[in-house]
C-alpha cells in the first residue's frame, strides 16, 4: 500500500507534463486565453492564464485511478462533492479568466458553491477545545464556518498568485502535508498524493519565467480543494489539529493579506482591488529578481510547514506555542526589510491614510465618472478631453497618451521643479500607454504667482499638486485604470479600434447624445482635443 501514493503522484505528473504543451501552443497559435498584463502584474507579456486545465485534467485522472482500483464502500457520495465542488469553483475561475466578472459576482458565486457542498455533507460540524477533549456541537453555526473556511482558503490562494511560482509552490507544500495528515483515510491520502505529482510537474513550466499561469480557474481549484481536504481529514468534522496544521503553512499568505485588506480598507480603496504592494511585490521592488522571491519565500514557508507537522503531531498541544514561534519568525524577517518599517509605525500610517482616504474617494468618484463617458463619447479625442480634465482636477502637471497612430501631450507651462511621474502600459498596450507627472513638492503648486493673468491664475490653482509619493502613485494607477475602462466601453460599443482618429457611428452619437464637457483645455496641448460635431 505505501507504492500507491507514488503511483499518484506519479499519474498527476504524467497528466499534467502531458497536457501543458498542447495548451500552450493553443493559445499562443490561435491567441486564446492570453490577457495582457494589469498594472499590478510582474510580467511585461502576455502569458497563458489556463494551467489549472492541466490540473483538474489530472484531479479527475486520479479520482477515475482510485475508483477503478479501489471501489468506495459508503463514501461514493462525498467522492462525488469534493469532485463536483471543486469543478465548479475551478469552472467560476476560468469564467473570470475569460470575462473578467467583477469582485462581487466571483465572492456571490464561491458562496453558493460553499453552501451547496456544505449541504451535501462536507462541513465543520464540531469544535473541540485541545487542551480540555471537549467537544462543542457548532449546528447552524457549522455551517456559517465551513462557508466562511472554504471561501477563505479559495481566495488565499488566489491572492498569493502574483509571482510566478509562488502559489504553485506553497499549495505543493500544503498537498504533502495533507497528504501525510490525511494517511487514514486512502482515498483523501491518494488524492493529495496525485495533486502534490501534478503541482510538481506544473512549476516545470510555472517557475520563474513562467511559462503558463494558474490564472483564476486554477488558483480557485486548489484553493477550495486544500479547504475540503482539511475539512474531510479533521477526524468527521471535528476541528483538531488535522485544520489547524494547514494554516501555518499559509501564515505568510495570511499575514499578507490581512495587511493588505487593512491598507485598503484605511485608505478607502475598494478591498478586492488588486494592486503591487503584497510583500512580493515589495521584495522585487527592493531589487530581487522574481526567482529570488519564490525561493525566499519557499523557504520560508518550508519553515512553517514544518511547524505545521509539529502542531498535527502534538495533536493541537503545540499550537499556541508554535504560534508565538511563527509571529517571532515573521517580526525578525519584517525587521530585515526596509519597507516593513512603516508598518509598525501605527500612528503615521493611520494619518496618512486618514488624510489620503478623501482624495481617493474622490479619485473613485471621478473614475466611474470617466467609465460612464466611455459610452457617451463619439470619438477617442473626445475621450481623451474627459481625461485630461480629471487630471487636472486630481492635480497632475503633465498627462501623455500614446495611441496606435500617434501620442497626445498637455503639461502645465510652469516649472515646478522635482515631480513625481509614472509611466503605464496599459494592458500590454491595447489601451495605450499613459504618462503622468505631478509636482513633488507643494511648493506652488496649488498658489500661482501673483504676475499671472487672472485666467492663468484659475488655470493654475484648478487643484492643488499631488505632492505626495504615495498618493500619487494610486492617484495614478487609478487614472490608468479608468482610462482603461472607459476605453473598453468605447472599443465594445463602437466597435472601432482605438485610435485618436476613430469616431463611432452616426447612431450611436444621435442616441446617446452630448457627453458633458470638461472646462476648456489649456494652450499648451500639443496635438489638441477637437470638439465633437453636433
Known amino acids: 500500500m505505501s507504492i500507491l501514493p507514488i503511483i499518484t503522484g506519479l499519474l498527476g505528473m504524467g497528466i499534467v507534463f502531458l497536457l501543458v504543451p498542447p495548451i500552450q501552443r493553443r493559445c499562443r497559435r490561435a491567441n486564446l486565453f492570453l490577457r495582457p498584463p494589469d498594472l499590478h502584474h510582474t510580467h511585461k507579456a502576455p502569458v497563458p492564464r489556463v494551467g489549472g486545465i492541466a490540473l483538474a485534467a489530472a484531479f479527475v485522472g486520479i479520482e477515475i485511478f482510485i ?29 473570470d ?20 457542498v456544505c449541504y451535501f455533507g462536507i462541513g465543520i460540524e464540531n469544535f473541540k477545545i485541545p487542551f480540555t477533549g471537549t467537544i462543542i456541537n457548532l449546528g447552524a453555526w457549522g455551517v456559517l464556518i465551513t462557508v466562511l473556511w472554504l471561501v477563505s482558503m479559495t481566495n488565499l490562494i488566489n491572492l498569493i498568485d502574483g509571482v510566478d511560482g509562488l502559489a504553485g509552490g506553497i499549495c505543493l507544500m500544503l498537498m504533502a502535508l495533507l497528504a501525510w495528515v490525511g494517511h487514514q483515510n486512502l482515498h483523501l491520502g491518494l488524492v493529495a498524493s496525485g495533486m502534490a505529482g501534478a503541482l510538481l510537474g506544473f512549476l516545470w513550466f510555472n517557475f520563474p519565467p513562467a511559462r503558463i499561469y494558474l ?89 512553517f510547514l514544518l511547524m505545521g507537522f509539529a502542531a498535527f503531531l502534538s495533536r493541537g498541544q503545540l499550537a499556541p506555542t508554535l504560534l508565538g514561534i511563527v509571529v517571532l519568525v515573521i517580526l525578525f524577517c519584517a525587521g530585515r526589510l526596509s519597507f516593513s518599517r512603516e508598518w509598525f509605525a501605527v500612528g503615521r500610517v493611520l494619518g496618512n491614510s486618514v488624510s489620503m482616504r478623501q482624495e481617493i474617494q474622490y479619485a473613485l468618484c471621478l473614475t466611474r465618472w470617466l467609465t460612464l463617458e466611455g459610452n457617451r463619447r463619439g470619438s477617442i479625442e473626445g475621450l481623451w478631453s474627459d481625461l485630461l480634465f480629471l ?60 504676475s499671472q493673468s487672472f485666467d492663468e491664475q484659475s488655470e493654475m490653482s484648478f487643484r492643488p499638486g499631488v505632492s505626495d509619493g504615495r498618493l500619487f502613485e494610486i492617484l495614478s494607477e487609478l ?21 485618436f482618429d476613430s469616431r463611432a457611428s452616426a447612431h450611436r452619437n444621435g442616441a446617446q447624445g452630448k457627453s458633458l464637457a470638461g472646462p476648456p483645455l489649456p494652450q499648451h496641448v500639443y496635438g489638441p482635443a477637437q470638439p465633437e460635431p453636433n
Request: glycine letters at 12%.
Open 479 to 499: 487614472l490608468a485604470e479608468g482610462w482603461i475602462k472607459a476605453a473598453s466601453r468605447w472599443e465594445n460599443g463602437s466597435k472601432t479600434p482605438l485610435r
Open 391 to 450: 487630471a487636472q482636477l486630481l492635480g497632475f502637471t503633465s498627462v501623455k497618451l500614446t495611441l496606435a497612430d500617434g501620442e497626445r501631450l498637455w503639461e502645465r507651462p510652469a516649472n515646478f521643479g522635482t515631480s513625481h511621474s509614472a509611466r503605464h502600459v496599459l494592458q500590454g498596450g491595447r489601451y495605450g500607454v499613459l504618462e503622468l507627472k505631478a509636482p513633488s513638492s507643494p511648493e506652488g503648486a496649488g498658489f500661482p504667482a501673483a
Open 67 to 95: 475508483a477503478a482500483c479501489f471501489p468506495a464502500r459508503g463514501e461514493a457520495g462525498q467522492h462525488a462533492v469534493i469532485l463536483a465542488g471543486s469543478l465548479a469553483m475551478f469552472a467560476l475561475g476560468l469564467w
Open 215 to 303: 490564472g483564476d480557474g486554477g488558483a480557485y481549484f486548489l484553493g477550495f480543494q486544500i479547504g475540503l481536504f482539511t475539512i474531510v481529514s479533521s477526524q468527521k468534522g471535528t476541528i483538531l489539529a488535522a485544520l489547524v496544521a494547514p494554516l501555518f503553512v499559509l501564515a505568510l499568505p495570511i499575514v499578507d493579506t490581512a495587511l493588505a485588506i487593512l491598507r485598503r480598507g484605511l485608505q478607502g480603496l475598494p478591498i478586492f482591488r488588486p494592486d503591487r504592494r503584497h510583500i512580493h511585490h515589495r521584495l522585487i521592488d527592493m531589487g530581487l529578481s522574481r526567482r529570488q522571491v519564490v525561493l525566499s519565500l519557499y523557504a520560508l514557508t518550508l519553515v
Open 97 to 116: 479568466d475569460l470575462t473578467p466578472l467583477g469582485a462581487r459576482r466571483k465572492l456571490l458565486g464561491q458562496i453558493l458553491i460553499s453552501v451547496v
